[in-house]
C-alpha cells in the first residue's frame, strides 16, 4: 500500500496573530513553525502505525511551500514516512494548493491520501475534498478510526451528534481527526535517519487561484469582565437574562 | 443569475443551521437583485415549502437511489446538475459536517472560488469578498472571489435566521446519477443530545471538575439551559469526556450566544475555539485565571459551590420547579 500524507506548515498554537503591509500579511516576526496538529497528531501518525502493522507500506509525505517549510518537513519525516515531496510554492488558495497535491498524487498512484482536519490557520478544512474531486475518488472526511483490510477500508466519521462507520474500497481520500492516532514524540533515530531520508523538490503545475486574501482583521478587544460575588449567584443569573439576554 | 442554498437535513428534518444558510442566501440574492432557490437531496419530512419564509421561492427536490448513501462525491455531482440547470452564481451551504465534505468537492469541480467558514454577507460594492474565520477564531480575513460562480460556507451561529411571509414552489429535479462508492454500515447518535456546533448554549467544564463522577452538576446546568456539553482538551484526553465535546484550537471551534466556563483556566488553544461566543461567563477559583480577560461576566468561587446554584437560579428565573 502506498499512502501520501499531506503536511501542512502552521504558526505555533501559542504564536502572536499580528499582520503587517496595511494588515495584508501575516505578521511571521518571532513566529515559531509547527506542523499543523492534524497532519501530525492524526494523519502521519496513523499512517506510521499502518506501516507498524505491515512493514510493506510506503509512507510519501507532501507539502506545498517555500523551502523555509524544510525544518517541518525534516520534523515530519523524523516521526516517520519514507521520503517527502516539496512542492516549491508560496501558498496560494486551498484550490491550488489541492491542486497540486492532486498531481502528485496522480504521478505517485497512491492507494490512500490522508489530509488533516483543517489547517489551524487557515482554517478551510477544504483540501481533503478538493484533492478528492480532482482525482475522482470518493472522500471521508473527519474521520476519527481508520481499519483496512485487503483493499477495503473501514472508516469511523463524525455526524452530528454521533458518528458512523462507512466502507469503501481504495484508492481513497480521508480527512483526519481526533481518534484517529495519540501525537507522538520523534525519538533520536527518528531525528537522525530523517536527515538522509529523500526531500524531492519539484516545481508546481500551472493553476490560477479561485480565491485571493484582500486583508485580515482582529476581532475587537472585550469590554472587561464584570464580576458578581460567590455569594450572589443569583445575580449572575439576573445579568444574564436582563442584560444579556442570554438566558 | 440565482442564489442557491443548500438544505441540509437530518434523519428527515432541516437543519437549524440550514434556517441560517437560507436567511443568509436570500439576504444575498436581494443584495444582487435575483432570487433565492434550495436543493434538497433525498425525501423529507418537513414541510419544504414553508421554508419560503426564509426567503427562497423555489425548492429543487432531487430523489434517487443514488441518493440513499451519504456519499460526497455522489451529493457533489447532483449539485453541480442543479447548479448548472438554474444557472446559480453564488451557491450557500452551512460549514457544518456536509458541507466540508461537500462543498470544497463542488468548488473544484465547477472551478468556482469557495470561501469556507464565513462569518457576515459579502461586501459586494467592489468585486466579491467575503469575511471568514482564521487562524482558529483569533482573527478574520477578507477573501475576493474572483470567479464567475462562488461558494461560501456560513459558520454555524454567525447569522440570525430570519423568518418573514412566504411559500416556496417545491419541483423535482431528475438526476441520472450513479451511486457512488462509499457504503455506511452502522450509525450512532445520542439521542436527544443539542449537537454542540449548532447549540445556543453551551456548558464546559475543564480539569477544575477533578474528575468525570463530578460531571453531574455541569449536565443538570446544561439540562435547564438547554445546553450542549463540551470540555477543555486534557478532559477529553483523558477520557473524562468523549472526544467529539473537547472545543479549541485542536478540536471543535465554536460560537454560541452563551459560553460558560467552569473549571477552566482559559489557555490561548481553548480560547481560540471558543471566543466567538457572544457571550462568555466564566466561574473559577483562582482570580487570575486568564481565562477572565476573556470573559463578560465572571464568578471567583469553587465550581462545586456555585454551578448547584447556578441551576437553581435558572431553574427559578425559568419558572421551573
Ligand atoms: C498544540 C496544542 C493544542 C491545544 N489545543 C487545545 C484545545 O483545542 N482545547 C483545549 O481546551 N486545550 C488545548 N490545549 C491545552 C491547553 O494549553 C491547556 O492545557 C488546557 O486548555 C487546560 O485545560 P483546563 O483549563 O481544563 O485545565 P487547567 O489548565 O488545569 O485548569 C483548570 C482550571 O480549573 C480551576 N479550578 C480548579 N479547581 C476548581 C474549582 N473547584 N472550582 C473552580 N475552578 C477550579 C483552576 O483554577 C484552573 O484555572 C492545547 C495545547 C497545545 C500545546
Known amino acids: 500500500m502506498k499512502i501520501l500524507v499531506c503536511i501542512s506548515k502552521t504558526p505555533d498554537t501559542t504564536a502572536k496573530i499580528a499582520f503587517t503591509d496595511n494588515n495584508t500579511k501575516f505578521d511571521a516576526n518571532g513566529v515559531q513553525w509547527i506542523i499543523n496538529p492534524y497532519d501530525e497528531w492524526y494523519s502521519l501518525v496513523r499512517a506510521i502505525e499502518l506501516k507498524e502493522t505491515d512493514p510493506s507500506t510506503v509512507i510519501h509525505l507532501v507539502t506545498v511551500a517555500a523551502a523555509d517549510a524544510d525544518p517541518i518537513i525534516r520534523k515530519a519525516l523524523a516521526l516517520g514516512g519514507d521520503e517527502a515531496i516539496r512542492v516549491n510554492a508560496d501558498s496560494h488558495d486551498s484550490f491550488y494548493i489541492a491542486s497540486q497535491i492532486a498531481e502528485v498524487a496522480k504521478q505517485g498512484g497512491y492507494d490512500l491520501v490522508f489530509t488533516g482536519k483543517e489547517t489551524i490557520d487557515y482554517n478551510g478544512s477544504s483540501i481533503g475534498g478538493m484533492v478528492a474531486e480532482l482525482l475522482d475518488l470518493p472522500y471521508i472526511s473527519l474521520a476519527t478510526k481508520f481499519e483496512i483490510s485487503a483493499n477495503k477500508a473501514t472508516v469511523t466519521r463524525e455526524i452530528e451528534g454521533g458518528e458512523e462507520v462507512a466502507e469503501a474500497n481504495l484508492p481513497l481520500v480521508v480527512s483526519c481527526q481526533k481518534g484517529m492516532a495519540e501525537q507522538r514524540i520523534p525519538n533520536m533515530k527518528g531525528i537522525m535517519g530523517a536527515r538522509t531520508k529523500p526531500l524531492k523538490v519539484q516545481e508546481p503545475v500551472a493553476v490560477d487561484p479561485l480565491t485571493a486574501v484582500a486583508g485580515f ?5 472585550k469590554a472587561g469582565v464584570k464580576l458578581v460575588d ?4 443569583d445575580e449572575l443569573v439576573r445579568l444574564l437574562h436582563e442584560e444579556a439576554k442570554a438566558i | 443569475m440565482s442564489v442557491l442554498i443548500f438544505i ?14 437560507l436567511s443568509y442566501g436570500s439576504k444575498i440574492a436581494a ?6 432557490e434550495g436543493v434538497v437531496l433525498g425525501n423529507v419530512q418537513d414541510d419544504l415549502a414553508s421554508l419560503g419564509k426564509y426567503g427562497v421561492t423555489k425548492i429543487h427536490q432531487v430523489t434517487a437511489d443514488a441518493l440513499s448513501q451519504p456519499d460526497a462525491q455522489v451529493y457533489c455531482k447532483v449539485l453541480a446538475e442543479v447548479a448548472t440547470a438554474i444557472g446559480a452564481t453564488v451557491i450557500v451551504f452551512s460549514n457544518n459536517l456536509n458541507g466540508k465534505a461537500i462543498a470544497p468537492r463542488l468548488s473544484a469541480r465547477l472551478k468556482a472560488g469557495l470561501v469556507s467558514g464565513a462569518v457576515a454577507l459579502p461586501d459586494t460594492s467592489n468585486g466579491f469578498v467575503v469575511k471568514k474565520n482564521v487562524f482558529s477564531g483569533k482573527a478574520f480575513a477578507n477573501i475576493s472571489v474572483t470567479t464567475a460562480v462562488k461558494i461560501i460556507s456560513l459558520n454555524p451561529n454567525a447569522y440570525q435566521v430570519i423568518a418573514g411571509e412566504g411559500t416556496a414552489t417545491v419541483a423535482a429535479f431528475a438526476t441520472s446519477v450513479s451511486a457512488g462508492a462509499i457504503k455506511v454500515t452502522s450509525s450512532s447518535k445520542a439521542s436527544g443530545d443539542v449537537p454542540l456546533t449548532e447549540a445556543e448554549v453551551v456548558v464546559s467544564a475543564g480539569r477544575g471538575m477533578k474528575g468525570p463522577e463530578n460531571w453531574g452538576m455541569v449536565e443538570d446546568l446544561a439540562k435547564v439551559l438547554h445546553a450542549a456539553t463540551a470540555c477543555s482538551r486534557p478532559v477529553a484526553d483523558a477520557h473524562w469526556r468523549p472526544h467529539h465535546e473537547h472545543v479549541g484550537q485542536t478540536g471543535i471551534a465554536i460560537a454560541p450566544n452563551l459560553y460558560i466556563a467552569i473549571g477552566i483556566s482559559g489557555a490561548i488553544q481553548h480560547l481560540a475555539g471558543v471566543n466567538r461566543s457572544k457571550v462568555i461567563v466564566v466561574i473559577n477559583k483562582d482570580p487570575e485565571a486568564p481565562f477572565f480577560k476573556a470573559a463578560d461576566y465572571g464568578i471567583v468561587g469553587d465550581a462545586f459551590d456555585i454551578v448547584p446554584k447556578f441551576t437553581a437560579a435558572v431553574k427559578k428565573i425559568k419558572g421551573i420547579a
Not at chain 2, 437535513?9 to 441560517?20: F, R, S
Not at chain 2, 443584495?31 to 433565492?36: E, F, H, K, L, N
Open chain 1, 217 to 221: 482583521e482582529l476581532p475587537p478587544a
Open chain 1, 230 to 233: 460567590a455569594e450572589n449567584v
Open chain 2, 8 to 21: 441540509d437535513t437530518t434523519d428527515g428534518h432541516v437543519k437549524k443551521a440550514t434556517l441560517e444558510a
Open chain 2, 31 to 36: 443584495q444582487m437583485g435575483t432570487v433565492a
